[in-house]
């Protein structure tokens, strides 16, 4: 690591990794994370169809390449014999060492990751996940009830992030594990936090290290007291198997990874909606929508921006471009997404297109195993939105919005919307 970069960590670990106040930080490293409205900016499908492999550039003296192609990608996040994800890597390069691992599914290699995914996979199959969705309809139809009361008589504006993106997948998550309700305000926070660099890498470190102490508590409580949520089942099944920092990091995963990504698809594909008549009627009318609706949205969005980082392990080829043992690798989920390689006119949003193989919820031994759970959350929610408040409207400008600013989980910050009569 170069003296300025060696400087410059020594300094934010007393006050804040903030990326937005290095001025020595060229603006094409924060390529990945920028965006236009819900696009992402031209520069990167400039950068993905001139060089989907190209090198990063940062000034900590690691080499970090920026992978945008939809091909290659796939050929980095499938292969774990040549590329770690483990968390200590992160650490270590970028001067964090005390910093605590969060453990868990994604910063995790095998065999531990596969030995921690089998133990979670037949949870959330299709068939077992069934078992949420008369609770899923309930919360989506009582955080509506709670719009409407929030409007009044007066019809007044009432924010769709915080009354209806948030409180959703938080209180569907909190029934899964099987923690308390009244403790999703603080997990909203943290999960926002930890994906938010515009306000620091120290702050999102630190709302990981808060988040893991809270739920190794929790996992102590399931210990003597197994409940009915997933920790519960995990302590009966695999208790002598699983430590409790596993479990707790296990459940810090799920938490924070299903709360954020999917509050973050529900307000942003209701701006969707409410942009364009057709799309809101087609969703309001059509059950048979519902399904491709969302597929296009997720891949649209791709509100997970990059991919967690991988280390090179060895010396090796990424589409005829030489990554050396110990670089890191960003792969562009954003970028992949809107690639020609998934067919014509990607950088449009088409909800009647055919199903594309994309990659919102990554790919390969690490794709989000919280999947199904989602699609049945925004399934169930977008349906239920536009045909309880038909007559739904932004309450400002669109240019007023405020979007989330260098943020691996795409979002924004508040949707006012007045819910006509």
């Known amino acids: 690591m170069n003296w300025l970069g060696r400087k410059y960590l020594a300094r ?21 994370l920028r965006r236009d409205g819900l696009d992402p900016v031209p520069a990167l499908a400039r950068r993905r169809n001139e060089h989907p492999v190209s090198r ?5 003296g690691v080499n970090v390449w920026l992978v945008t192609g939809y091909d290659e990608v796939k050929a980095v996040l499938s292969n774990t014999k040549d590329f770690s994800n483990d968390f200590t890597n992160l650490t270590m390069n970028f001067g964090f060492a005390d910093q605590q691992n969060p453990g868990g599914l994604g910063f995790s290699d095998p065999p531990a990751h596969t030995r921690l995914r089998r133990m979670l996979t037949p949870e959330f199959t299709v068939r077992r996940l069934a078992r949420l969705k008369p609770r899923i309809r309930d919360i989506v139809d009582g955080q509506l009830d709670e719009m409407a009361a929030r409007a009044g008589d ?8 915080q009354s209806f993106a948030l409180p959703i997948p938080s209180l569907t998550i909190c029934e899964l594990l099987g923690v308390p309700y009244e403790d999703r305000a603080d ?16 702050a999102s470190l630190g709302a990981i290290s808060e988040s893991l102490s809270y739920l190794t508590d929790i996992v102590k409580k399931q210990r003597e007291t197994p409940g009915d949520g997933l920790l519960g089942m995990l302590v009966r099944e695999h208790g002598e198997d699983i430590d409790d920092q596993e479990l707790a990091g296990l ?13 973050s698809m529900l307000a942003l594909g209701t701006l969707i909606l409410l942009r364009d008549p057709a799309y809101f009627r087609l969703v309001h009318d059509s059950d048979d929508a519902i399904e491709p609706f969302v597929e296009e949205l997720l891949r ?3 509100v997970v921006q990059v991919a967690f980082p991988r280390f090179a392990r060895n010396d090796v080829d990424i589409a005829g471009t030489r990554v050396s043992s110990g670089d890191v690798v960003l792969c562009s989920l954003s970028g992949a997404d809107r690639d020609d390689a998934l067919g014509p006119d990607m950088e449009r949003f088409d909800p009647t297109r055919p199903a594309t193989s994309h990659l919102a919820f990554g790919y390969g031994a690490h794709r989000c195993i919280g999947a199904e ?6 399934r169930t929610a977008y349906p239920a939105l536009v045909r ?3 007559n739904m409207r932004l309450a400002v400008a669109p240019e007023q919005l405020s979007f989330r600013k260098l943020s691996i989980v795409y979002g924004v910050d508040s949707v006012p919307v007045l819910l006509g009569s």
């Open 56 to 60: 990063l550039p940062l000034p900590f």
């Open 373 to 378: 759970l989602a699609r049945m959350e925004l």
């Open 187 to 202: 997990f909203q926070r943290l999960s926002t936090t930890r994906f938010d660099l515009f306000g620091g890498a120290t």
């Open 300 to 302: 649209y969005l791709t």
């Open 154 to 161: 007066t019809n007044a504006a009432v924010d769709l992030v």
């Open 12 to 32: 934010t670990q007393r006050k804040g990794f903030d990326l937005t106040r290095m001025p020595f930080l060229p603006r094409s490293a924060l390529l990945p």
């Open 251 to 263: 459940a810090d995963g799920l938490l924070t990874g299903g709360l954020e990504t999917t509050a």
């Open 388 to 390: 309880r408040f038909p």
